[in-house]
């Protein structure tokens, strides 16, 4: 598909939007951000013959442009350093992570979601797999969205009102380019159509080239709840989403015009999710969004919708994103996958790895999947038990002797949340996107004495509870009602990150949560 969509990306007849900004560097100082500058010292008494040199050079050599010294100077610093702070105006803003915690920070006016993203990636040292995003989080409305990599935040921040209370908030998001690796994920078969054919149903290999390409009249169509303007009930109609806007049939399933009435276009306006559409707003269901025009904050001017279920509300929400950005999502996506190709790192894909065994006079590959496991499980104790004797004799406690200590060990993971309840965990995978793979391990608010993994898979999260298993006076933890055990949680997150096993997915990204 990516060699589909870089044809179409140069091919010509088709209007794209502004280029993406080149890629930043960053300058640090201090605690904070602030715009490199060069400062010039008085020296002390210590340099007291090299200051009558300088004297005696000044005035032996003049200096033909004295008053353009300091400038140039300063310019070819800022201009080979920083290349994204030649606007010289900056702005304060102040960015909350998931704790809440906050950070203020000066910034060029004319800074994108992605430099502040990529700033604080670098000031708190987080891995950087492309999923930190920037979100807009309206608290007055009860609304948020994804601030695009390419936009200007003071641009987004210059919409809001004095007296609202919004943020910008730092976090992961997994799902926020996902589309474009899965898009019959995102899309279902029975929602996606030609608006050309109002009863064909269009081939999804070329979907994504087809929403990108403006020549093109893909057409989202269901069932939705919309509230009605000025009151608290909701009605459910059939829409349908195009290029030229978002409409709604007022005779069943009819796409005739004279059926259609127009709901809102989306130039000017923004999708938003819902954070709390049943107590906030009344909605039937969890799963709402809006759209809100981006020179208004009045309740008033939203147009809120709600969906039966989260694939429906994933679905309108992505095609909202793709009509309004096109091509600019596209190049946004492959800006991290550029930056890697111009420095290219060693990588080996999971389809190459294969199980050997070296145990006799020749090695053999293991084809048998039973064995496999088998093997993997037993390596896994080995070395978790080699592991334990080394901590024991450099004086740390081993599994033997203080079980609780060994324990211990995982609550330094980023994967796990230990005081967090059910609808916590729901919320917070939620939040950092429903991505097959994601997950974190929990305490058991039922149970002390057991742990829970939340993962999402097909976009549903899922529980999971694991076991404590005893055996000859050893504690060990269990996903299968002791088919497969493992000394602690750590050995138990490694072996599901390579192996599905019980669970519906592998385990591939974890939740954290980051202090600024």
Not at 278 to 304: E, Q, V, W
Not at 307 to 334: I, P
Not at 389 to 394: F, I, Q, T, V, W
Request: aromatic residues 10%; glycine residues 6%; contains cysteine.
């Amino acid at each position: 598909m990516s060699d589909a969509l870089e044809e179409l990306h140069t091919g010509g007849g088709t209007i794209f939007p502004r280029p993406l900004r080149k890629n930043s560097a960053v300058a640090f100082s201090g605690p904070s951000f602030i715009p490199l500058e060069v400062r010039l010292l008085p020296p002390g008494k210590g340099h007291r013959k090299s200051k009558e040199r300088e004297e005696i050079l000044a005035a032996t050599i003049p200096n033909p442009f004295p008053d353009l010294l300091s400038t140039a100077v300063s310019s070819l610093v800022s201009g080979c350093l920083l290349p994204w702070t030649k606007n010289c105006t900056t702005q304060v803003i102040k960015v909350f992570s998931e704790d809440n915690t906050s950070r203020a920070i000066e910034v060029p006016s004319d800074i994108t979601a992605r430099d502040i993203c990529q700033l604080f990636i670098l000031k708190n040292h987080c891995i950087d797999d492309h999923s930190w995003t920037l979100f807009e989080q309206l608290s007055h409305l009860g609304i948020e969205r994804t601030i695009e990599d390419h936009e200007s935040v003071i641009e987004v921040q210059s919409s809001w009102g004095m007296d609202t209370d919004s943020k910008l908030c730092f976090r992961k998001n997994y799902a926020k380019y996902e589309f474009f690796k899965k898009p019959l994920d995102f899309f279902p078969e029975h929602m996606v159509s030609i608006s050309s054919e109002t009863n064909g149903i269009m081939n999804h290999s070329p979907l994504i080239e087809t929403f990108l390409n403006s020549r093109s009249c893909p057409e989202i169509h269901g069932y939705l709840h919309a509230r009605e303007q000025g009151k608290r009930t909701w009605k459910k109609f059939y829409f349908i989403l195009r290029r030229s806007g978002l409409y709604f049939s007022n005779k069943g399933t009819s796409k005739e015009p004279r059926h259609l009435q127009f709901v809102a276009e989306f130039g000017d306006s923004d999708v938003y999710t819902l954070l709390s559409a049943r107590k906030m707003h009344g909605a039937p269901t969890d799963y709402g969004f809006c759209i809100k025009p981006n020179k208004s904050s009045s309740p008033r001017d939203l147009k809120l919708l709600c969906a039966d279920e989260e694939h429906s509300r994933t679905c309108w929400v992505t095609a909202l994103r793709l009509f309004k950005y096109g091509m600019q999502l596209y190049q946004n996506f492959l800006h991290p996958h550029q930056k890697q190709k111009s420095s290219p790192m060693r990588s080996i894909s999971e389809n190459s790895l294969v199980a050997m065994d070296f145990s006799g006079h020749k090695s053999r590959v293991i084809e048998n999947p039973s064995e496999v496991l088998s093997v993997a499980v037993e390596e896994g104790l080995s070395w978790r038990r080699k592991s334990c004797h080394r901590l024991s004799c450099h004086g740390s406690p081993s599994t033997s002797q203080s079980p609780v200590a060994s324990l211990a060990l995982h609550r330094a993971q980023p994967w796990f949340h230990s005081r967090l309840s059910r609808d916590e965990a729901h919320r917070l995978i939620t939040q950092q996107g429903l991505v097959d793979g994601v997950f974190l391990l929990r305490d058991s608010q039922s149970n002390p004495k057991t742990f829970v993994l939340s993962l999402c898979n097909m976009q549903r999260i899922k529980h999971f509870q694991i076991l404590p298993v005893e055996d000859e006076g050893e504690l060990f933890f269990s996903l299968d009602d002791g088919q497969t055990r493992f000394t602690d949680l750590i050995q138990l997150v490694e072996f599901y990150q390579l192996n599905k096993g019980v669970l519906p997915c592998r385990l591939k990204h974890h939740c954290s949560r980051v202090a600024l």
